[in-house]
């Protein structure tokens, strides 16, 4: 691991370099430092509100989120079992059932499990156990995996209830972004979803290569 406090991004990239690194989790504001790192894979950390009891947990969540926007179906396998090793580690980490939640989804939607009615169940468990275990209804996280979940099922009012609630608790999120403009798409205004996911494009220059494919 690489602490770095007080440290200018030059600094930060010379000493992962040194480190044999390829990718660096950043706790800053990641547009302060993302155009000085261009040869990492960058993970900005949106993460819990509570911080997880086990160190070891919160490594393997943040590798299952990276392989996850991968969109790859070995990626999504990995991320599977990292994720869920995360769970194991820490069953009180409420971001990381979230995050499972997502993961299990991203099979799901891309026809990746035949167990499709599976997948659904065990994606909404995942969801609920992190709203019961979360400090408050405040995890923006959580609110944008679950208006995924019901935007894939055709319940569009809870889905733009929980997008109005990611939305607000974290506008600049990037994730939070584009997924305002999926949902305005399938509601039938591109026009105003396009500009959503450009805004997101715009706040993460090296956003998922899947944002693509909502214009």
């Not at 040194?18 to 894979?41: K, N, S, T, Y």
């Not at 990276?66 to 580690?89: G, I, P, W, Y």
């Not at 990381?96 to 891309?110: D, S, V």
């Not at 319940?155 to 608790?169: G, I, P, T, V």
Request: aromatic fraction near 8%; include cysteine; glycine fraction near 4%.
């Amino acid at each position: 691991h690489i602490t770095a406090v007080d440290t200018t991004p030059i600094q930060l990239a010379e000493a992962a370099h040194a480190a044999g690194c390829r990718g660096i989790c950043l706790f800053m504001q990641p547009m302060d430092v993302l155009p000085h790192l261009p040869q990492f894979d960058i993970y900005t950390d949106r993460a819990a509100r509570k911080a997880p009891d086990s160190m070891a947990a919160y490594e393997c969540l943040v590798t299952a989120k990276v392989l996850h926007h991968r969109s790859s179906r070995e990626d999504n396998l990995e991320a599977q079992r990292l994720v869920e090793r995360a769970t194991q580690l820490d069953p009180n980490y409420a971001h990381a059932h979230a995050w499972r939640g997502c993961i299990i989804g991203q099979a799901w939607t891309y026809n990746w499990r035949s167990d499709t009615a599976a997948a659904q169940v065990e994606v909404q468990r995942e969801l609920q156990i992190a709203l019961a275990l979360a400090l408050d209804d405040n995890d923006s996280d959580v609110h944008r995996i679950l208006a995924a979940v019901h935007l894939v099922q055709n319940d569009f009012e809870r889905a733009q209830y929980h997008q109005r609630r990611a939305l607000s608790l974290n506008p600049n999120d990037d994730l939070i972004v584009v997924q305002q403009g999926e949902i305005l798409t399938w509601l039938g205004e591109p026009d105003e979803g396009v500009e959503w996911i450009l805004k997101a494009m715009r706040l993460n220059p090296y956003h998922p290569d899947r944002f693509w494919s909502h214009l």
